[in-house]
């Protein structure tokens, strides 16, 4: 959407029917789609059926404790492309919601993401020589070079943040993809 707010849209297979599966929006200063804790706003990682009206929703069954909970069947074309409607529909919702933007900028926690990421591309070709890293991958991970999650372990450490191998690839992974997509568009 901009350099430091990016909507992000997750797919959620159903635990139950493999054809089945829901959508989720992501807002925020981080492409980490879910990271909902702290004070990082709760609506900015929502089901597409939740920003549908009572009317729209009237299509998908009857009201309900998990009526807002919308499925589509993945080998149904007119699922997908009733989905891919939905999707269409509701993201100027997400993207336009001012409140939540208001909260996402207030968010202190989304702040300490948006900083390592911000800090993590400023060293990444930088990197001083040494040998002792402790939580990067043997190898490339989602073609990710090697060289972001040193510089993720490197922030972290000096940031006293919290640090293991899921840690590490989560910001590498993060800090790559804003890189990626503020220098694509």
Sequence with gaps: MSSDLFLTLGLTIHRYYDDAFTGNFYLSKTTRIGSVWGDIPEKSYERIGYLLTDEELKNYGEEGAIWRDVWWEG?????????????????????????????????????????????????????????????????????????????????????????????????????FIQYYLNNKI
Excluded at 76 to 82: E, I, K, L
Excluded at 100 to 119: A, D, F, G, T
Excluded at 144 to 159: D, G, R, Y
């Design 75 to 175: 080998l149904v074309p007119a699922s997908v492309d009733d989905f891919v409607f939905r999707v269409q529909q509701c993201e100027p919702r997400i993207c336009n919601d001012k409140k939540l933007r208001e909260q996402i900028e207030k968010s202190l926690e989304v702040k300490k993401l948006y900083e390592y990421s911000m800090k993590i591309i400023e060293i990444v070709n930088k990197l001083p020589i040494r040998d002792d890293y402790k939580f990067i991958p043997l190898k490339e991970v989602d073609d990710i070079p090697i060289k972001w999650f040193k510089a993720a372990e490197l922030v972290l450490c000096s940031s006293n943040g919290i640090i293991n191998k899921n840690a590490v690839k989560y910001h590498a992974s993060d800090a």
